[in-house]
């Protein structure tokens, strides 16, 4: 995986690679899905949410660049593997189901850094609101169906996010924006 699909692609900072190397992706993985942890693809879950393929993760990482002094918050879809690799990286880590973040919950309040694991149309204002003024963001971010890694800050009138570059990410569709109609 670190070298045959990170380095590859350009994923070669150090502590991301560390950690990397450090978390076994098949204890984070259905008993099924165990043989195929490290493939270059999404894995489902039991609970029907997907766990990114590694690059996203080693990515993920590479952007939010944590602080060890810095208060998280990880919006985990189910497999605690993106949690663990951030663990050690930050001073304290809140993680947070889609379902919590959604909802009206204020697990986190405070936090310097937000990351998603998964692609969202959204990032609902019950979520932003518990996050630091200047926030750091790091998600998947879905615009017209495509899916790019995104970054991000809160500030005083909400949160604005700007892709990176295109990623497949798995979609998080508790944070769809609601359908409406327009012209």
């Known amino acids: 995986m670190i070298d045959s699909q990170l380095r590859t692609s350009g994923v070669n900072t150090p ?3 560390r950690r990397m190397g450090q978390v076994a992706r098949e204890d984070y ?12 693809r999404a894995i489902r879950l039991e609970n029907g949410a997907w766990l990114p393929a590694p690059l996203v993760q080693g990515k993920t ?10 208060k998280a918050i990880v919006v985990d879809a189910g497999s605690g593997y993106l949690a663990e690799l951030f663990r050690p ?6 993680v947070i189901s889609p379902e919590e973040a959604v909802g009206k919950g204020t697990k ?12 969202v149309e959204e990032i609902p204002a019950a979520l932003a609101k518990r996050l630091a ?14 899916t790019r ?9 909400g949160v604005s996010l700007m892709p990176v570059y295109d990623l497949g990410i798995p979609q998080l569709h508790e944070f769809d924006k609601p359908k409406g109609w327009s012209f």
Do not use: C, H
């Open 15 to 17: 502590f991301v690679i």
């Open 29 to 40: 993985v259905p008993v099924a899905s165990k043989g195929v942890a490290y493939v270059d």
């Open 149 to 157: 890694m995104a970054v991000g800050r809160k500030t005083d009138s």
């Open 108 to 119: 986190g309040k405070g936090a310097d850094l937000l990351v998603i694991d998964g692609a």
């Open 89 to 94: 990286l930050v001073a304290e880590l809140t």
């Open 61 to 70: 990482l590479e952007e939010a660049q944590p602080a060890g002094d810095e």
């Open 133 to 146: 003024d200047g926030a750091r963001i790091v998600t998947g971010m879905v615009t017209n169906g495509v």
